[in-house]
């Protein structure tokens, strides 16, 4: 029966770690998403709602009937399922 004693003392020394991208050349580039673009929803309740985004983690509070807000593109199907929220186009300003 082998023992695991070597084992353990292969653990207790450090490694050596290499860092990514230092000498082997292979270096990665860390790649950033694009944001997804902005969109609009408008209240169409009686009182207000506030509703949390599912990617951003936002709180949108639609504080009054009819009122419009921008919403992070990621959060929008989600708002999209909410039965008094419709998606618009943008405000004009």
Not at 34 to 49: C, D, R, S
Request: aromatic share 6%; proline share 8%; charged share 20%.
């Amino acid at each position: 029966m082998g023992c695991c004693g070597n084992n353990r003392a292969a653990l207790a020394q450090p490694s050596q770690a290499k860092p990514l991208g230092s000498g082997d050349g292979t270096s990665r580039q860390v790649t950033k998403r694009p944001a997804a673009e902005a969109v609009h929803f408008q209240y169409t309740g009686k009182t207000a709602l506030s509703v949390r985004g599912m990617f951003s983690r936002r709180i949108y509070r639609f504080a009054a009937p009819m009122a419009v807000l921008e919403v992070e593109g990621r959060d929008a199907p989600g708002l999209a399922a909410v039965p008094l929220l419709k998606r618009v186009s943008a405000p004009d300003c």
